[in-house]
T-cell receptor
Framework: SQKIEQNSEALNIQEGKTATLTCNYT??????LQWYRQDPGRGPVFLLL?????KEKRKERLKVTFDTTLKQSLFHITASQPADSATYLC?????????????FGTGTQLKVEL | EAQVTQNPRYLITVTGKKLTVTCSQN?????MSWYRQDPGLGLRQIYY???????DKGDVPEGYKVSRKEKRNFPLILESPSPNQTSLYFC??????????????FGPGTRLLVL
């Protein structure tokens, strides 16, 4: 069965450092992958989308890589700030063929300390 | 302001008492979806709708019903709630009714407790 794995343990890093979160998947060939941020008690907020034919995507301090051979995506936040503290979710999706849906990982909690 | 709204935000009910959670979006999106979020299990899709009068099951549809009579509204119905439906529920919408590669916009969530 399809499986998406994100680090279940919280990631604690110091302000100014680069945070790197991982998303691994098995038994899945996604056409694209999305990353969301979720704050406690609130709905996820979209951050970045990367397609299967793209290796890397950037947006301001955020960078996402997508390696379909390793079946892995990495999400980087450079120059991290305490305001970046949240849970980050990856979600995989396919186009058409009944796959009109996203499948989410369980998320990784990031804590950026002063 | 472009948004997805859900009501109620918090609900405590008893086993077997029918309830409806409403979801509305003002972005003219074709695609709408319901998720539940439980600790350790992440977001799991309950039902989705690609357009008016078109709905389909997600990964965990048992015990739930939906309808899509208007483009903007997508209510979630629990005909006979049970304690295992205690969860945090999110409604989401996106522009396309065919491909979900577009951004999904999530509502604020509805926290449901079934006693």
């Amino acid at each position: 069965s399809q499986k998406i794995e994100q680090n279940s343990e919280a990631l604690n890093i110091q302000e100014g450092k680069t945070a790197t979160l991982t998303c691994n998947y098995t038994n899945y060939s996604p056409a694209y992958l999305q990353w969301y941020r979720q704050d406690p008690g609130r709905g996820p907020v979209f951050l970045l989308l990367i397609r299967e034919n793209e290796k890397e995507k950037r947006k301001e301090r955020l960078k996402v890589t997508f390696d379909t051979t390793l079946k892995q995506s990495l999400f980087h936040i450079t120059a991290s700030q305490p305001a970046d503290s949240a849970t980050y979710l990856c979600a995989l999706g396919n186009d058409g063929g009944g796959g009109n849906k996203l499948t989410f990982g369980t998320g990784t909690q990031l804590k950026v300390e002063l | 302001e472009a948004q997805v709204t859900q009501n109620p935000r918090y609900l405590i009910t008893v086993t077997g008492k029918k309830l409806t959670v409403t979801c509305s979006q003002n972005m003219n999106h074709e695609y709408m979806s319901w998720y539940r979020q439980d600790p350790g299990l992440g977001l799991r899709q309950i039902y989705y709708s690609m357009n008016v009068e078109v709905t389909d099951k997600g990964d965990v549809p048992e015990g739930y019903k939906v309808s899509r009579k208007e483009k903007r509204n997508f209510p979630l119905i629990l005909e006979s709630p049970s304690p295992n439906q205690t969860s945090l529920y999110f409604c989401a919408s996106s522009l396309s009714g065919v491909r979900v590669r577009e951004t999904q916009y999530f509502g604020p969530g509805t926290r449901l407790l079934v006693l």
